[in-house]
């Protein structure tokens, strides 16, 4: 079996800036009108993607529904924005295996076409979880 490539890195231009708390902690991480505008475009190609919340300090996570598999998105831009596209854990991923890795590669491979038209987006690797990791230390 081919390992997920679920770990889309890229450059960003014009991102807005996070907002720090007093004590110089992230409160409200970058990222959010990028997620939005990603959304957007996966919605007006036929996809469903909703529920955009703020993950932690680091980022925004939002749900994408590929061929009735909920996936879960989350960008994150610490250094330089990193999007990745994996399961979210259910009857139907058990019950159907290779169709849930079907449906997250479609997911993928849908995001990274449209990354790839966004104005202000370059550099765009897609890598597995394994080659992310080793390309990091």
């Given at each position: 079996?081919?390992?997920?490539?679920?770990?889309?890195?890229?450059?960003?231009?014009?991102?807005?800036?996070?907002?720090?708390s007093p004590t110089?902690?992230?409160?409200?991480?970058?990222?959010?009108?990028?997620?939005?505008?990603?959304?957007?475009?996966?919605?007006?190609?036929?996809?469903?993607?909703?529920n955009l919340t703020?993950?932690d300090y680091y980022?925004?996570?939002?749900?994408?529904?590929?061929?009735?598999?909920?996936?879960?998105?989350?960008?994150?831009?610490?250094?330089?924005?990193?999007?990745?596209?994996?399961?979210?854990?259910?009857?139907?991923?058990?019950?159907?295996?290779?169709?849930?890795?079907?449906?997250?590669?479609?997911?993928?491979?849908?995001?990274?076409?449209?990354?790839?038209?966004?104005?202000?987006?370059?550099?765009?690797?897609?890598?597995?979880?394994?080659?992310?990791?080793?390309?990091?230390?």
């Open positions: 079996m081919a390992e997920q490539r679920n770990f889309i890195s890229f450059k960003a231009v014009g991102l807005e800036e996070p907002s720090f110089g902690d992230i409160e409200i991480p970058s990222g959010r009108r990028l997620s939005e505008r990603i959304m957007e475009r996966l919605s007006a190609s036929g996809f469903a993607a909703r703020q993950r980022g925004w996570e939002w749900t994408l529904i590929v061929d009735r598999f909920k996936l879960s998105c989350v960008l994150q831009v610490l250094d330089s924005p990193l999007l990745i596209v994996g399961p979210i854990p259910g009857l139907k991923k058990l019950a159907f295996p290779q169709a849930g890795r079907i449906a997250e590669t479609k997911g993928g491979e849908a995001i990274v076409r449209l990354l790839e038209e966004l104005q202000g987006v370059s550099n765009i690797v897609v890598l597995s979880k394994e080659q992310y990791e080793r390309q990091q230390r």
